[in-house]
């Protein structure tokens, strides 16, 4: 297979994907802070949260003052739950706002939008 052809077989995958519903923290191993939100694309969530976070402009201005003051390496991204892909699409987002909120309280934490 080329390089052309891998490419053009990758981008095809991608596009195919099914979107990850679901709920994720965010934890700071020095401090015991947690922050949780919801996502449609859980599987590359962190992604897009630590490129914020490197660059210093994430609009979680709690989350970035503490990734500034400790740096990357006291922080981890935990999947806390995932949907099932048969979920009804109409429910998603009020059952993510009914998780997410739950698992706020159990692990009092704040919130990522």
Not at 16 to 25: F, I, L, Q, S
Not at 73 to 78: A, D, M, T, V
Request: glycine share 6%; proline share 4%; aromatic share 10%.
């Amino acid at each position: 297979m080329t390089d052309r052809e891998f490419r053009k077989a990758a981008i095809a995958a991608y596009k195919e994907r099914k979107p990850a519903h679901g709920v994720y923290a965010v934890l700071c191993t020095a401090t015991g802070e947690a922050w949780v939100g919801r996502s449609r694309h859980l599987d590359t969530q962190r992604n897009g949260l630590w490129f914020a976070l490197r660059q210093g402009s994430s609009p979680h201005r709690a989350l970035q003052a503490a990734w500034t003051l400790h740096g990357e390496r006291e922080f981890r991204f935990e999947e806390l739950e995932r949907l099932r892909e048969d979920f009804p699409e109409l429910n998603r987002p009020d059952e993510l706002k009914k998780r997410q909120a739950l698992w706020r309280a159990r692990l009092h934490a704040a919130a990522l939008p």
